[in-house]
T-cell receptor, first 114, second 115 residues
Framework: DGGITQSPKYLFRKEGQNVTLSCEQNLNHDAMYWYRQDPGQGLRLIYY???????QKGDIAEGYSVSREKKESFPLTVTSAQKNPTAFYLCASSLGGYEDTEAFFGQGTRLTVV | AQSVTQPDIHITVSEGASLELRCNYS??????LFWYVQSPGQGLQLLLK??????LVQGIKGFEAEFKRSQSSFNLRKPSVHWSDAAEYFC?????????????FGGGTRVLVKP
């Protein structure tokens, strides 16, 4: 089945450690996105990528980094510089192109700093 | 910059009653508009979308939404709610920029269904 796979579902991190969240899609989509979700704040865009080897900062990129070495993969690293990393992280993808913004979402990763 | 407002944080509705969720957006050009639904601990599922044409849009699970340009609104409706409709609903506006396309979301409305 085509879709977006995020792993792990739950992740615990000690303060001061970097951690990487995985996102893989087999939809042959060009564009991929990372969102952060906090209660009552909706989804906020962290980074997005329209094509391999290219990505742009979203609204809350500080403390995060990404790479896009393959079309199907868009991992997100939460660095120690992120002051409040505990949140629900959602990865999404879309076909890309000027008129397409319909996004398909993974099941999310819940990150907790302990 | 674009923004989306969902004025109602929580809505409680009885099973079988009608439901309307409000969404207002701010964007300088013609928007692409979406409604997504999220069950607890899950990802988001697309309910419906508006790109152009007929301003009344039909979606999955019996939902519909109406785009009103004069009011900058895109409200979601369902005539008769089922217990399985209890979830969080997000309105979003799609933005096209030279650097790529992206969605801006509202804060969400949590729907509770009473038996």
């Amino acid at each position: 089945d085509g879709g977006i796979t995020q792993s792990p579902k739950y992740l615990f991190r000690k303060e001061g450690q970097n951690v990487t969240l995985s996102c893989e899609q087999n939809l042959n989509h060009d564009a991929m996105y990372w969102y952060r979700q906090d209660p009552g704040q909706g989804l906020r865009l962290i980074y997005y990528s329209q094509i391999v080897n290219d990505f742009q900062k979203g609204d809350i990129a500080e403390g995060y980094s990404v790479s896009r070495e393959k079309k199907e993969s868009f991992p997100l690293t939460v660095t120690s510089a992120q002051k409040n990393p505990t949140a629900f992280y959602l990865c999404a993808s879309s076909l890309g192109g000027y008129e397409d913004t319909e996004a398909f979402f993974g099941q999310g990763t819940r990150l907790t700093v302990v | 910059a674009q923004s989306v407002t969902q004025p109602d944080i929580h809505i409680t509705v009885s099973e079988g009653a009608s439901l309307e969720l409000r969404c207002n957006y701010s964007y300088g050009a013609t928007p692409y508009l979406f409604w997504y639904v999220q069950s607890p601990g899950q990802g988001l599922q697309l309910l419906l979308k508006y790109f152009s044409g007929d301003t009344l849009v039909q979606g999955i699970k019996g939902f519909e939404a109406e785009f009103k340009r004069s009011q900058s609104s895109f409200n979601l409706r369902k005539p008769s709610v089922h217990w399985s409709d209890a979830a969080e609903y997000f309105c979003a506006v799609g933005v096209h920029k030279a650097a790529g396309n992206k969605l801006t979301f509202g804060g969400g409305t949590r729907v509770l269904v009473k038996p």
